[in-house]
């Protein structure tokens, strides 16, 4: 199984040939983890956080779906485990218990964040269904910026108009600033 299921995407996009279909979809799922910072699947991954003077870590990959170990210098500490969301914009936090981190200290995190094959979230998944239908729909255009036939009228985007408008969808989706 993908990410993303191959004969939805086919469905939404148009796209008959599974290699060019899936072709798209790897290129967008990359497009976005480049401006998000991490990959959309789920992998486990260590962290180092520099600390706030407060009891909370948070986490820069979403969803969280596991936390191993949590570790300041030596000690290991322990957490709550509250720390899941499929919330894509809240951070997830790391509650720490009868502890804080400190701003000169800096904490060890294991985890494991992403999404499962076939997991995504329906938001990310028409993003990247759009993106796909759009490429594919900008092959057929003649180049034209803009033209009108009586009471009808046709404008195009730039290249740099749409991957201005996918990264504002992609920052509005995770959250990011």
């Given amino acids: 199984m993908a990410l993303i299921n191959l004969a939805l995407a086919k469905t939404m996009t148009g796209i ?68 899941t969301t499929r919330d894509l914009i809240t951070k997830p936090v790391i509650k720490l218990v009868d502890n804080i981190l400190c701003t000169f200290e800096e904490a060890e995190i294991e985890s494991t964040a992403g999404f499962a094959d076939g997991q995504v979230d329906q938001d990310i998944q028409m993003l990247i269904f759009n993106t796909i239908k759009a490429y594919e729909n900008s092959l057929t255009e003649n180049g034209l910026k803009s033209y009108k036939i009586d009471k009808i009228s046709y404008d195009f985007f730039s290249y740099l108009e749409k991957n201005e408008s996918f990264m504002n969808t992609v920052c509005d989706i995770f959250g990011l600033i």
Avoid: H, M
């Fill in 16 to 83: 008959t040939d599974d290699t060019t279909c899936q072709f798209y979809i790897d290129a967008t799922l990359k497009k976005i983890e480049k401006i998000i910072g991490y990959p959309l699947a789920s992998t486990k991954r260590t962290d180092y956080i520099q600390g706030l003077n407060t009891e909370n870590i948070w986490l820069y990959r979403k969803p969280v779906t596991a936390i191993s170990l949590v570790k300041i210098g030596d000690k290991i500490l322990t957490v709550n485990t509250d720390y």
